[in-house]
């Protein structure tokens, strides 16, 4: 009998504690084994070229190279799959840290409740994820992300009415993706934003103080009751759901212990083309799952206009590929078209967008 292939991990962290009780936890485990150690990022950057881990977790804060810059150095020698495990004091460079190139994030494990079998579930998810080695920054390039840095913020109260509502809905890659069009997307853009990003608990606030230096959007994690305004981005905290009322309020759903999502996309979504109906627009990311895809076909079938990000952009294809397969989805566009088109959309009515739309992919 043939024995299964077992998850090669490397352990990257400056607590000889922490990786102890890593060790144990991984070590338990059939599917498993601990292929090394290191307690600074030279260490991880070195061992990961030797080992060729299946994943590493990584911590942040380390003497010598920190967690940034073994992140960085990894996915541009030999990227792997990294996942991040991080104090929640430190969630905004956790958050910098998915940038960088790693898959996801999630706060230290508290080994007496049952925070370690989310740890173990996500190394088992994201250990078989494929992540391709990036290219180094030439002089070409950082021109031209020096070009695409925000203007500052307006200082100008937008108007309180608006005519269309956007719902984001992403998971695992969605941060990266997140960065990649909030920023793009004008400092007068007429519609509210509302967000839901699976998170591990403790990280959301650092996630959106992190988009917020970059975006001239303002980005904030939603408040219940609070009206929402065009030019406003809205984060759902992970320990509810977000949903929007036909007052325009924000309405939070204390999460239910049978969730499996957090927040649930389904939720925003299935709540905006409700409220909104052909005046929604919602635009499913990449994410492990099938979270989002009731939620953009209730949109679909209420009129409003529904996109998805492409395989070959997205980290994992799953979330928008279920939605796309449910029939949710009007266009599907890599991610660097992504935000013109939600400046189009918002300004156009759902049949006009569409027409120009498909004409463009023609």
Known sequence: MTLAKKLRILIVDDSSLARALLRSL???????????????????????????????TMDLMMPVMDGMAAIEAIMHERAVPILVISSQADAQRACQALDLGALEVIGKPDFTSDEPQELLRKIRLLAGVSVFTRFRRSNRMLQA???????????????????RVVAIASSTGGPQALARILPRLPAD????????????????????????????????????GELIRPGCIYISPSECHLEVNAAHRVRLQARQEKDIYRPSCDHLLASVAKVYRHAGIGLILTGMGRDGAQGMLALHQAGGVTLAQDEASSVIFGMNQVAIETGGVHLVLPLDQLP????????????????LAREKQA
């Open 189 to 224: 853009f007429p519609a509210p934003i509302l967000v839901a990003q699976h998170m591990s608990d403790g990280f959301v606030d650092g996630m959106a103080r992190w988009l917020d230096g970059l975006c001239q959007l303002e980005v904030r994690v939603a408040k219940e």
């Open 145 to 163: 992300s020096i070009e695409l840095t925000p203007l500052p913020k307006s200082t100008q109260v937008p108007q309180p009415d608006f005519e």
């Open 26 to 56: 991984i070590e338990d485990q059939d599917d498993m084994q601990i292929v090394g150690e290191a307690h600074n990022g030279h260490e991880a950057v070195r061992l990961c070229a030797d080992l060729k881990p299946d994943l590493v």
């Open 340 to 355: 013109a088109n939600l400046t189009r959309a918002v300004s156009l009515s759902p049949t006009a967008y569409l027409t």
